[in-house]
């Protein structure tokens, strides 16, 4: 498997849980990400909000670029 495609594909994943924690943050107030990994200010909580905000950088940075390499996979 190519690096960059699995970059991509943990980077969707990310920013997919973030939004996911957002939403369920916005209609119930429950951070799911918080509770997971021991609270809003523990050390993995916090690598994770970190990880998913340098998801959105990467795919800001490199949009273009991944959907020219995913439309080479669908033809």
Known sequence: ???????????YLLLFAGALNLGIWGIFEVDVIAQVFGGSTALLSKIVYVLIGLSALYEIGAWRAIRHRFCEMAA
């Open 1 to 11: 498997m190519n690096p960059m495609r699995f970059l991509d594909w943990v980077s």
